[in-house]
């Protein structure tokens, strides 16, 4: 490695006067040597952020001469050209404050090699305050310092209230890997021997969610075996040189960790790559259990999300879709049949004499007939059909891709099984019933609310009709 030119900021700036990006020779005026036996690497960039000066600790920390980098950006250096994007809006520009400060920033060397880096930096001002550049001191952070590091960025995306849950998985999966310093990041689903990437971090793109692995072809299953975070740094050569993960894949580096949720294995949390790297510390270890907890824990607040979510769409004494949720969906189907064009049918539904069932049996009894009811209708409807119960013994069957004649064939099969199906009301005691019911087909004109307008006039003209019967809405 050629040692840094102790001439190059004599050369990079005009000895009085600002050169085109407005630096001057004043401005680090004969500190080329001083910064030559500085410890930690010394870059040196314009308002443009382009290199202008690196120290030999700089070349020797990064694998670069100053003549790979002069003149090109400092996004060079990062790892994450977001970072770099980021510290510009943060701290590179003119607009900020010039006074230096420390923080952590994940860092490339020419090897591809990554490393965290404690970074001191600020502005560079002329005499009139302006800024004419920058200067960063930059040390690899130390075990403990990265751990803290990486610690508070995972705070910060499991406090995050606003993130959605697939957000925070992406997020802590590159965190992970970041912090290890691995290519690529798992989450698998395990169910007997067959391991399903549920969600993945992989800038090469060579695997993707949905991908599925024999898991006795993956590393995981010493994971799995030990109950715990394992680590192999070199697979070539270990014990594991020989398993068929490092012969079909490659992976040098490997460290995972079972996830648990709710006390049951779920699958693994792991990163890997084709490179070596150091061996995995005790507290890497550690850190690789506290991420494999947080995706568990996170996998569990998804869970109880979304049976929350189905207990507030679903009637509790049926089990269909109760009135909120058929009326969001009724909603979006109403705008995709109009957009595809498409026909869209709805039919509305009313148990003929009801209150003469709770009357006579009981409101248990009545409970038990919407219960058959409802089971009935999911029999005789489709898969993409939705059944939903309004309340009381109201319910409505919205029909995707079916027109008024296909409505009315549901219908029909509807009461004719109606007629067979005799719903029982004591331990001893069945009853048969009958149902009105209204139907309607979308219009062009229509939207939620003039839909369920016309298919409810329907339903009334069957009730006044003399129950029992099946009334189409007229054009």
């Known amino acids: 490695?050629?040692?840094?030119?102790?001439?190059?900021?004599?050369?990079?700036?005009?000895?009085?006067?600002?050169?085109?990006?407005?630096?001057?020779?004043?401005?680090?005026?004969?500190?080329?040597?001083?910064?030559?036996?500085?410890?930690?690497?010394?870059?040196?960039?314009?308002?443009?952020?382009?290199?202008?000066?690196?120290?030999?600790?700089?070349?020797?920390?990064f694998g670069y001469g100053l003549e790979d980098l002069r003149g090109h950006k400092t996004e060079a250096l990062y790892a994450d050209q977001a970072d770099f994007r980021n510290m510009g809006k943060e701290r590179y520009n003119p607009t900020v404050s010039s006074a230096f400060s420390a923080y952590r920033i994940l860092y490339r060397c020419s090897d591809g090699s990554r490393f965290l880096g404690q970074t001191?930096?600020?502005?560079?001002?002329?005499?009139?305050?302006?800024?004419?550049?920058?200067?960063?001191?930059?040390?690899?952070?130390?075990?403990?310092?990265?751990?803290?590091?990486?610690?508070?960025?995972?705070?910060?995306?499991?406090?995050?209230?606003?993130?959605?849950?697939d957000a925070k998985l992406a997020a802590i999966l590159e965190l992970g890997a970041r912090h290890f310093g691995l290519d690529l990041a798992i989450i698998a689903s395990i169910q007997g021997e067959r391991y399903q990437v549920e969600h993945c971090h992989d800038p090469a793109g060579g695997v993707s969610p949905g991908a599925i692995f024999e898991l006795g072809g993956t590393y995981c299953v010493h994971a799995l075996k030990a109950n715990g975070p394992v680590g192999f740094h070199h697979a070539g050569e270990s014990e594991i040189r020989t398993h068929p993960c490092y012969r079909d894949f490659g992976l040098e580096a490997y460290v995972g960790s079972p996830i648990q949720v709710n006390g049951a294995l779920y699958g693994t949390l792991n990163f890997s790559s084709t490179r070596a790297c150091e061996a995995f510390?005790?507290?890497?270890?550690?850190?690789?259990?506290?991420?494999?907890?947080?995706?568990?824990?996170?996998?569990?607040?998804?869970?109880?999300?979304?049976?929350?979510?189905?207990?507030?769409?679903?009637?509790?004494?049926?089990?269909?879709?109760?009135?909120?949720?058929?009326?969001?969906?009724?909603?979006?189907?109403?705008?995709?049949?109009l957009r595809s064009g498409l026909p869209l049918t709805v039919m509305s539904l009313d148990l003929d004499h009801f209150k003469a069932i709770n009357d006579t049996w009981g409101h248990g009894a009545g409970d038990q007939v919407l219960r058959g009811f409802s089971e009935l209708l999911g029999r005789i409807t489709r898969e993409v059909d939705l059944c939903g119960r309004?309340?009381?013994?109201?319910?409505?069957?919205?029909?995707?891709?079916?027109?008024?004649?296909?409505?009315?064939?549901?219908?029909?099969?509807?009461?004719?099984?109606?007629?067979?199906?005799?719903?029982?009301?004591?331990?001893?005691?069945?009853?048969?019933?009958?149902?009105?019911?209204?139907?309607?087909?979308?219009?062009s004109e229509d939207d939620l609310e003039a839909m369920l307008q016309r298919v409810d006039l329907a339903l009334y003209q069957a009730k006044q009709g003399g129950r029992d019967r099946l009334c189409v809405a007229q054009e």
């Open 1 to 61: 490695m050629p040692p840094s030119d102790p001439d190059a900021l004599d050369q990079a700036y005009n000895a009085d006067t600002a050169d085109a990006d407005g630096l001057t020779e004043r401005s680090l005026f004969s500190l080329a040597n001083l910064f030559d036996t500085l410890p930690e690497a010394v870059v040196v960039a314009d308002r443009e952020r382009r290199v202008r000066y690196v120290n030999a600790a700089a070349e020797t920390l």
């Open 120 to 165: 001191s930096a600020g502005g560079l001002s002329d005499t009139g305050g302006k800024i004419q550049g920058y200067m960063a001191l930059i040390r690899p952070a130390r075990s403990a310092e990265q751990s803290v590091d990486t610690l508070q960025r995972l705070h910060s995306i499991t406090a995050d209230t606003e993130m959605g849950y």
């Open 281 to 337: 510390s005790r507290d890497d270890l550690v850190f690789m259990q506290l991420l494999a907890d947080t995706v568990g824990y996170e996998i569990h607040q998804n869970d109880m999300r979304n049976q929350l979510s189905l207990l507030a769409r679903t009637d509790e004494l049926t089990g269909l879709a109760n009135r909120r949720a058929v009326m969001e969906s009724l909603r979006w189907q109403i705008s995709h049949s």
């Open 390 to 443: 309004l309340g009381g013994e109201e319910f409505i069957v919205v029909l995707p891709d079916t027109d008024t004649r296909g409505g009315c064939v549901v219908g029909d099969r509807l009461r004719r099984r109606l007629a067979e199906t005799p719903m029982p009301v004591s331990a001893s005691e069945s009853i048969n019933i009958t149902v009105s019911a209204g139907l309607t087909s979308l219009r």
